[in-house]
């Protein structure tokens, strides 16, 4: 649907020598629809009703935090029309590029500050995929949003560093909730490849999850995750077929007895390996090393 797109500039609003307005507004239907020269933070503190985000349209409710970047068309609307309804009320967080400025020397995070730049246009990130929304599971955008509101409205001494605080505060708050489980992610994988070495180096030797777990410092239940994500299977089944592999290796490459490659991959018991070998690989090591020219 085409609608109407009214532009609110930035010299309407960033008035102060911050060029940060924090307000706490109760939506309505009089409020056009509309793009800005700003970044809003835009945070749902009670009620219920819809954020329309250029052609689609989303429900909200209380906790909902939405970032607009510079350009992004938007407008809030409440569930009904009239006071008959609860109030739909969005604490509205507004900032541009100069404000990006005045935190750079705050925020030491290039991931962080990169994220800001982004949101004032200018590059390619910069599109109307780029608004994004996140749930305040815990009240901390809440508190903060409460905090820079009281602190805009009666400003006192300490006002501005306060705001700044504040500001990056919220930034880095809401960049961990939209990106921190990624990044947690790619730490996991990291890490979990030193876990896969650990295993590696240690085929000989009994290894069980406790002992990863205490390795690692990771939880037993946190391991089993890792393990069905970054392997597919479970650890059990990972370092059975990492012994029959390393085993399968053995035989190509050495003379060594099956019985002392057994033990060199971890199995005491012949039987136990005999089995397992010929359940993953289809033939008894002796018909494995035979048919590899062993």
Known sequence: ???????FKSEAYLQNNLRLFVN???EDFNVPFHSHEFIEYCYVAQGKGYHHIENETFPVHKGMLYVIPVGISHVFRPSTPGPAGEPLIVYNCLFDNYMVDRLSPILLDD???EHL???CGGNERSSASSYFNAFDR????ESIMQRLYREMSVPSIGSATMLLSLVSQLAITVYRLKYGDADKRSADAADFTNVIQYIGEHLSEPITLSDLSHISRWSIRHL???FQRHSGQSFGSYLQN???HKSCELLRGSSRKVSVIAELVGYRDIDSFNAVFKKIVGQSPSEYRSLQGG
């Open 1 to 7: 649907m085409n609608r109407t797109t009214e532009l």
């Open 117 to 119: 730049k982004s949101l």
């Open 242 to 244: 990492a012994r029959i």
């Open 224 to 226: 089993q995750r890792l």
């Open 138 to 141: 815990d009240g901390s955008i």
């Open 24 to 26: 706490r507004a109760t």
């Open 111 to 113: 991931p962080v500050q």
